[in-house]
Each structure stands twice: as C-alpha cells, then as structure tokens.
C-alpha cells in the first residue's frame, strides 16, 4: 500500500520549534517531490513548502521563510519540516504529499499519496 504518515505535531507555545516527519511506505520518496501542506479550520488548504526530487530546489510560503526548513532523507525514506519561532497563525492539520515536480505546490495540485496529517497548535 502506497502510503505517506505524517507525524510530530503538538501543542507548542509561540516562539517554540517542532520538527514533523513525513515517511513513506510502498514506495521510495527518491524521485518524487515532497510538499508540505496546512489546512487551518475554515480556510482551504495551502502549501507550506517543498523539496525537489534531486534535493536541490526547497520553496517556501512567504509567511514561513526564515523560520521553517525543508529536508529530506532519502535512506530513511523520509521528509522532514523544522518549524522554528511558532506563531498562533501556524495552527492547523499538516499534511505531506508526493509528486514528480513541485509546480503548483502552492495549491497542492497534482500532488498524490496524501497523509492523514498532523495537528499542530500554537498557543500560550
């Protein structure tokens, strides 16, 4: 079964860090793109950030440059999003999703295998 889990999430005060985990099962993350995405109650889903297949290019949603990091392992099948200085607009499910490419990762077109995500909660 082709399958991504997303983990890590919590309650985190504003200004806290956590760092979520994206694995893969049924398949190799290798040649695939990763996205990160976040959908907060109320509003759509919107993508985060992403990492390239070759781990050369990482794009970010402006909101979360300078405080969030995409990275990947590959022989741990594994994608990771370090979230640094929290904010309460953080708050919502994050989701990973794989796809050839990361065009369009602003919407998550495209994107497949979707996780059944991670709550994450910034609040004091």
């Known amino acids: 079964q082709v399958q991504l889990v997303e983990s890590g999430g919590g309650l985190v005060q504003p200004g806290g860090s956590l760092r979520l985990s994206c694995v893969a099962s049924?398949?190799?993350?290798?040649?695939?793109?990763i996205g990160w995405f976040r959908q907060a109650p109320g509003k759509e889903r919107e993508g985060v950030s992403c990492?390239?297949?070759?781990?050369?290019?990482?794009y970010y949603k402006d909101s979360v440059k300078g405080r969030f990091t995409i990275s990947r392992d590959n022989a741990k099948n594994t994608v990771y999003l370090q979230m640094n200085s929290l904010k309460p607009e953080d708050t919502a499910v994050y989701y990973c999703?794989?796809?050839?490419?990361?065009?369009?990762?602003?919407?998550?077109?495209?994107?497949?295998?979707w996780g059944q995500g991670t709550q994450v909660t910034v609040s004091s």
């Open positions: 990492i390239s297949s070759n781990n050369v290019n990482t």
């Open positions: 999703a794989a796809k050839t490419s990361c065009s369009y990762y602003v919407d998550g077109s495209g994107f497949g295998s």
């Open positions: 049924g398949f190799t993350l290798d040649y695939r793109a």
